[in-house]
């Protein structure tokens, strides 16, 4: 009975020792690789499918992140992956390149993921985006800024302007009037293309010179009107003193005492 213990025992012992083998060997075989943050597995160690005791495999940083220190190597080591030995950090797009007429609103700073405002100088305009954002590739975003222009001045009556050029006056430009002899000046005689597209004042106007025939009817139809009735009721006025005063004679007539003298005068000459 002894010795068939003793057989059985050792049998247990050496299916224990069995066990214990399997499992070490199944723990020889490391598991899929961890993912850690900022860092990416290199292609090759993607396509490796051997996990056993000492294999390797690297990290490298991921899309917008750079090394800053290590080898993100990992090696499978009693059934585990040894930590990566790698830092990365976040790219940095830098200062954006600098454009004419153009600057940058910096609040979150150029690394990887930050967007910056693009704005213009005054009297230019944005075309484009407004903002850019830094990415692994860079600056992302294209924007210009263009001079803002006013519309070409319209042709004075009477007298002319300084501007004959084909184009548009862009912004902080001047424009000068001159009229016509024998023509005034009305308004001022420059006006400035402002930041806005519109010209600091309206363009001036030349008005002939008073007894000049004036073209204008519409503007000249009412002083006659004006002229006409006021004669008129001079006359009227006139009429009515003369009316009045022409009784008055009449009526001294009719007594025949102040108009004597007046007669005997006449009949002197
Ligand atoms: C002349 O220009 C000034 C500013 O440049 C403006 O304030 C003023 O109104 C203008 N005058 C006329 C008659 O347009």
């Known amino acids: 009975m002894d010795a068939v213990l003793d057989s059985c025992g050792r049998r247990r012992v050496r299916a224990l020792l069995l066990l214990h083998l399997f499992i070490v060997s199944g723990a020889a075989e490391c598991p899929k690789p961890l993912t850690w943050q900022n860092m990416v597995l290199t292609n090759e160690a993607l396509l490796q499918n051997n996990f056993k005791e000492g294999a390797e495999i690297t990290y490298e940083c991921a899309n917008g992140y750079e090394k800053e220190e290590g080898s993100g190597t990992s090696t499978c080591t009693g059934g585990e992956w040894t930590n990566p030995d790698l830092q990365c950090k976040k ?62 001045p ?20 001047i424009i000068e009037f001159f009229c016509d002899d024998g023509h005034t000046l009305i308004g001022n005689k420059t006006i400035e293309c402002t930041e806005t597209g519109q010209y600091s004042s309206p363009p001036p106007e030349c008005e002939g010179k008073r007894g000049d025939v004036d073209t204008n009817k519409d503007t000249g139809a009412m002083p006659v009107i004006v002229s006409v009735i006021s004669t008129v009721i001079v006359v009227l006025i006139v009429l009515l003193i003369l009316h009045h005063f022409l009784l008055k004679r009449k009526g001294s007539y009719d007594t025949g005492e102040d108009l004597k003298p007046e007669l005997l005068q006449f009949q002197n000459l």
């Open 91 to 152: 790219k940095d797009c830098g200062l954006p390149r600098p454009q004419p007429h153009m600057a940058f609103i910096i609040d979150e700073g150029t690394l990887f993921g930050a967007s910056v405002k693009v704005i213009c100088d005054k009297g230019y305009e944005l075309s484009g985006t407004a903002y850019k954002d830094c990415y692994a590739s860079g600056w992302s975003g294209r924007a210009r800024c263009d001079v803002v222009t006013c519309v070409k």
């Open 154 to 173: 319209n042709a004075v009556a009477n007298g002319r302007s300084s501007w004959d050029s084909d184009k548009e006056p862009e912004y902080g430009e």
